[in-house]
């Protein structure tokens, strides 16, 4: 079975970008710069990358390694939205900031709430991106593949969310063009053999503190 295996260098790059850029912090945390300089970041906690103000921030549920908001410098009319922001009355919201839309999807399993928790799917510069949050199955799954995803990130830790077997299987459910393995570990950023451990061609390993471009 064939991988695709990146190990890719951070690299400065000058604004506006000619493409949206995705930084992996590690663990569960993502930063992403649109091409036109919009600055997002999602589940603030772990790695490096904090020191670009943001536009909006977005956080999963309000366990201690995804809800660091204080980590962030952010602009005076930065957008923060939680899980009580984006799952209201059992509904999930959809939003639109600038001109990144934020889609709130099912995040669930025995140790997060179905009614505390979101994953997200962001459509930024036209790709879009679904990052589970911490999660296992949900009955939300089966409906991505219809909905030909770019990304899926995947949260893989097999202790308080699936583990590799699980997330292969969503993964197939999902059918993205790239699935990335994150939050693999309990304290630590990243783990090269847990995340190889995702059987699936679309596989996209992205070390912490390394950035692709959407």
């Not at 410098?73 to 009580?84: G, V, W």
């Not at 922001?85 to 839309?101: C, F, H, R, S, T």
């Not at 969310?161 to 993964?171: D, F, H, I, R, S």
Request: aromatic share 8%; with cysteine.
């Amino acid at each position: 079975m064939k991988s695709l295996f990146f190990i890719l260098a951070a690299v400065c790059t000058a604004t506006p970008l000619c493409a949206a850029e995705l930084l992996y912090q590690g663990h569960g945390s993502v930063r992403i710069e649109a091409s036109d300089g919009m600055v997002i970041y999602v589940d603030p906690y772990a790695g490096e990358g904090y020191d670009k103000n943001a536009d909006l921030i977005l956080v999963t549920h309000e366990h201690r390694d995804h809800n660091n908001i204080d980590l962030i410098a952010h602009k005076d009319n930065a957008t923060i939205l939680r899980s009580k922001d984006m799952l209201i009355d059992g509904k999930y919201q959809i939003k639109k900031v600038g001109n990144v839309q934020i889609e709130a999807v099912p995040a669930y399993n025995k140790n997060h709430k179905k009614e505390e928790c979101v994953g997200y799917i962001l459509t930024i510069d036209g790709k879009t991106v679904y990052l589970s949050g911490d999660t296992s199955t949900t009955d939300a799954m089966p409906g991505f593949k219809d909905r030909n995803l770019d990304y899926a990130f995947l949260c893989m830790d097999g202790k308080y969310n699936m583990g590799p077997e699980e997330a292969t299987e969503c993964a197939k459910m999902i059918g993205a063009k790239h699935t990335v393995p994150y939050h693999m570990a309990p304290g630590k950023l990243f783990d090269a053999e847990i995340a190889k451990k995702l059987k699936v061609d679309s596989l996209l390993i992205i070390p912490a503190g390394s950035k692709i471009e959407l």
